[in-house]
């Protein structure tokens, strides 16, 4: 099936009517029809779409970077979005690099930060292929981005990357979404499309998919996590969880070192 096609059938199922789990089943059986790519490029349109009025660091980041990142600290922040909790290590002295993967909201961060008098890097691109050869004393994932990131081969190879770039008593910061449980057909149908169309994404238990038909352009994806696969994929990495605690009923943040 060519890209085009494989489109042109993901958004009509996309946009189907119905009951609830009929719209569900049509949302993750042309899911499967996607590529990475495509993925992406709809988590851009969701992101830049997103109006995020909030400003300051939430209360459980607070209360995690007081403990974890001291003044001076060389930081690294994926999934810095517009600024918000870039804008808020800068003010507490701390050296950070932003990375963002949407050009539009990399921009803006810029400026933001621009606008306080603390000029920032910025560096527009997805966590799946940054390389630099910068070292940091902590790695931390924004607010839930790791759980955004697709599949589980390419969340532990960013992890392992980024452990050639953690310095010897470094640490990492990742917030994520526990698991909820839905219907197991749901991730069935989105692995028989991608299996018909030998698309290059595998859906995983844990997978969840959402977005409103008045946006479809946009999709929404969130790896859901069970109970130890956060640690596990941190270990595959190189990584040790260190500290694992609940942040509400679904999320939680966990803090590992080298």
């Known amino acids: 099936m060519s890209s085009s096609l494989r489109a042109r059938v993901y958004g009509r199922l996309r946009r189907a009517r119905g009951p609830s789990r009929w719209r569900a089943a049509c949302l993750y059986l042309g899911a499967g029809l996607l590529t990475v790519s495509d993925f992406r490029s709809l ?3 969701r992101w830049e779409a ?4 909030s400003t300051g660091l939430l209360p459980w980041e607070d209360e995690v970077y007081q403990a ?3 003044p001076r600290d060389r930081v690294l922040l994926i999934g810095c979005g517009t600024g918000r909790d870039l804008l808020a290590l800068r003010q507490r002295g701390c050296d ?5 993967q949407s050009t539009s909201l990399a921009d803006e961060a810029r400026r933001t930060l621009a606008r306080h008098g603390l000029p920032t890097l910025v560096i527009a691109e997805p966590i799946e292929s940054y390389a630099s050869q910068d070292t940091f004393d902590v790695i931390v994932f924004s607010h839930f981005t790791y759980s955004y990131v697709l599949g589980m081969t390419s969340r532990v190879g960013s992890l392992a990357r980024l452990r050639e770039r953690v310095l010897p008593a470094g640490r990492l910061i990742i917030s994520y979404h526990g698991l909820i449980r839905q219907s197991s057909l749901w991730i069935l149908l989105a692995r028989v499309s991608s299996v018909g ?3 290059d994404w595998w859906p995983e238990a844990g997978d969840r998919l959402y ?3 008045s946006l479809p ?8 996590f069970s109970p130890g696969e956060l640690a596990r994929e941190c270990r595959m990495a190189g990584f040790r969880v260190v500290r694992d605690e609940p942040i509400s009923s679904y999320f939680r943040f966990a803090v590992a070192t080298l």
């Not at 997103?50 to 009025?53: R, S, V």
């Not at 352009?217 to 859901?224: D, K, R, S």
């Open 43 to 45: 988590s851009v349109a």
């Open 50 to 53: 997103y109006d995020d009025e």
């Open 68 to 70: 974890v990142i001291r």
């Open 96 to 100: 950070v690099t932003g990375l963002e």
């Open 197 to 199: 169309v030998r698309s």
């Open 211 to 213: 977005g409103p038909a």
């Open 217 to 224: 352009t946009a999709l929404g994806f969130e790896h859901q």
